[in-house]
């Protein structure tokens, strides 16, 4: 492995033990504000602020770089954004009820091997009937079986846990668990906007943005995208519930901003370092550095779904199914990261 193959790995990794551990500060809010409070503000810093403030540091002209860009482009980026954004406000819905643990091996399996396919399928779609497509439907493979597993062990957790749950518990996990597969559908398309939107990151390199920061100019049209979703659900919410009041009640701490904005803070941070690293990788590292990138992010999340309790009370099978279903995500990451 070359220096800078090793870089791109490298950054990748960081970047998901960052994005990974984006939602632990929603533990602690979450007794104070409603969900729509809390997504609110991480929406706001996480798609609209920081990638422009990243974009105009680190990318010279960057109104000529979008001036320059087909505009239908942009909006396709966009619009791949805004298919994530539901997959994203769906992830944030799934994680509330079934954990970080489960939310993140569910829908990050899929996401992984989603996001590694289908722009093979579109870019490449000779490639499918050789070796190297083919190891990526075992991978997918792989990634259902380990949901089943993932699923089987979220029930037999809330069984355990009937004894001291509210009725419903159970229906909640379902509930969640769908929630979960359809944003593992609809997340990858943020991969989509990044791998398909290279042109608008080649404008960028010309420009003169440096080695590795070209992908900023991408996060801006397709987060925005994004922003729209998310932000416009949770307003909906905040008027359906009724919960705007809880942004100025008396004795709210100061932390709930700050966490709710340090979500955004993880969750952006860890995608941009990604986006270093697979910038890094060449033209390839939307399909190589995408698996790794995930890979870590699971495994992330479940040591911190784990250390917040989340597993607290359940029996010793229930968590090695959990952790079987888990190794098999990995396992099929792993596999498509090779045929990659």
């Excluded at 810093?45 to 109104?63: D, E």
């Excluded at 994680?95 to 579109?122: D, K, N, Q, V, W």
Aim: charged content about 5%; some cysteine; overall charge positive.
């Amino acid at each position: 492995m070359g220096s800078g193959a090793l870089m791109g790995t490298l950054l990748a990794v960081i970047g998901g033990i960052i994005h990974g551990s984006f939602a632990v500060p929603m533990k602690g809010i979450e007794k104070r504000w409603a969900w729509e409070n809390i997504w609110l503000v991480y929406s706001v810093v996480a798609l609209i602020l920081l990638p422009l403030l990243l974009a105009f540091a680190t990318v010279p002209s960057l109104g000529q770089v979008y001036g320059g860009a087909s505009g239908w482009l942009l909006v396709q980026i966009a619009i791949y954004g805004a298919g994530w954004g539901l997959g994203s406000t769906l992830f944030g819905l799934g994680i509330s009820r079934i954990g970080m643990a489960l939310g993140f091996a569910i829908i990050l399996g899929m996401t992984s091997c989603l996001g590694s396919l289908i722009p093979m399928l579109a870019l490449h779609p000779g490639d499918i009937n050789t070796p190297k497509g083919h190891v990526l439907l075992i991978g997918l493979a792989i990634v259902l079986v380990g949901i089943i597993l993932c699923a089987r062990a979220g029930a037999l957790r809330d069984r355990d846990h009937s004894g001291t749950r509210a009725a419903g518990a159970q229906g909640a996990f379902a509930a969640g668990f769908v929630i979960c597969l359809l944003s593992g559908v609809l997340s990858p398309m943020l991969n989509f906007g990044f791998v398909f939107g290279a042109p608008v990151q080649a404008a960028a390199a010309h420009q003169g943005a440096a080695s590795g920061m070209e992908a900023n100019a991408i996060w801006v049209p397709a987060l925005a995208g994004g922003f729209l979703i998310n932000a416009g659900y949770s307003i909906y919410r905040l008027c359906k519930n009724k919960t705007w009041g809880r942004y100025t009640a008396a004795g709210t701490p100061a932390w709930d901003w700050i966490g709710s904005a340090l979500m955004g803070l993880l969750w952006f941070g860890g995608l941009s370092i990604y986006g270093m690293g697979a910038a890094t990788l060449g033209p390839l590292g939307g399909v190589v550095a995408w698996p790794v990138f995930m890979c870590t992010v699971i495994l992330t999340a479940n040591v911190n779904g784990f250390l917040s309790g989340e597993w607290k009370g359940a029996k010793s099978s229930s968590l090695a199914l959990s952790w079987a279903g888990l190794l098999l995500l990995i396992v099929a990451i792993l596999v498509v990261a090779r045929g990659a």
